[in-house]
């Protein structure tokens, strides 16, 4: 099976709980993955609102996962992003580092409000500095990523992202919850020639079943006509999961649920891998 999984935050958990890459209690493993032959994994470096001096620990955070990932196997490439924008500051030439670094996205805020913009927990929209820092990931050629923002904020930062994307959110139709996002947003995206990651987290798809939930999201995209802009973005190491779908070597039970809920398997390998692919090969990543 070939998986493209947009976002996880196992970077942070290996710093954060000083983990080797290799540890059972994580969700993302070599170990775990063992039933791809291709996997495409983004890792966030992920800087928390508040972090004291935050480009110094996304500095520490991505060097420390990079040495983590030395004697990887070949099944695996990775792809580093950063989720907040709050490690720029006030310093718009920290894009080209990120840039140097391999950071191919990079999500503006956390759920607060930072320099750049208003979150999912504030009412601030996109901010002067904001627009800034957006060009400037537009001619670095990173993805920006609107997870997380307000919609205050998504509407506006999205007119001026030349390659949207939103690496792990559900949809507002199927669970009402601030982070999701509605069916303009969607349309907007799909529009803009973006892409939408679908997340795992039991808290953004509802209460009951996790699978039905995810099937119930993906059917409405589905029934939008939106197959080609749809793929997973599991927020594995990031959050709470429910116990059916906890890590990475539960996705193939996720694949087959979702096959004989009658979805065509060359959709569900679009959604599953060749979405996320092929919208990263256009961005020469």
């Known amino acids: ?7 996880c935050d196992t970077a942070y958990k290996c710093l954060r709980d000083n983990l080797s890459f290799s540890d059972n209690s994580l969700a993302v493993t070599q170990q775990k993955s063992s039933a791809f032959n291709v996997w495409h994994q983004c890792f966030a470096v992920f800087v928390k609102d508040g972090t004291q001096n935050p480009f110094e620990y996304y500095k520490k955070t991505i060097e420390n996962f990079k040495l983590e990932l030395s004697d990887k196997n070949d099944n695996l490439t990775p792809i580093f992003t950063v989720e907040n924008g709050n490690l720029i500051e006030n310093d718009i030439s920290r894009i080209e580092t990120l ?31 904001g627009i800034e820092v957006i060009n400037e990931l537009n001619k670095f050629n990173i993805m920006v990523d609107l997870s997380h923002l307000n919609k205050k904020s998504f509407y506006s930062a999205i007119e001026y992202a030349n390659k949207p994307i939103i690496t792990h959110s559900c949809l507002e139709c199927i669970n009402a919850n601030k982070r999701n996002i509605d069916d303009n947003q969607l349309d907007l995206l799909v529009q803009r020639g973006g892409l939408f990651g679908l997340c795992f987290y039991p808290v953004f798809l509802g209460e009951g079943n996790v699978f039905e939930n995810i099937y119930k999201n993906i059917y409405h995209i589905l029934d939008k006509g939106y197959e080609n802009y749809l793929s997973i973005g599991s927020d594995f190491d990031g959050a709470d999961m429910d116990a059916s779908l906890c890590d990475i070597s539960m996705v193939p039970i996720l694949y087959q649920y979702l096959k004989n809920k009658n979805i065509n398997e060359k959709i569900l390998e679009k959604i599953f891998f060749y979405n996320a692919y092929n919208f990263f090969q256009k961005g020469d990543l």
């Open 1 to 7: 099976m070939k998986f493209f999984d947009l976002h």
């Open 99 to 129: 840039h140097n670094d391999g950071i191919r996205a990079l999500t503006l805020t956390w759920n607060g409000e930072n320099q750049i913009a208003g979150g999912a927990d504030t009412d601030t929209g996109l901010k002067n500095f």
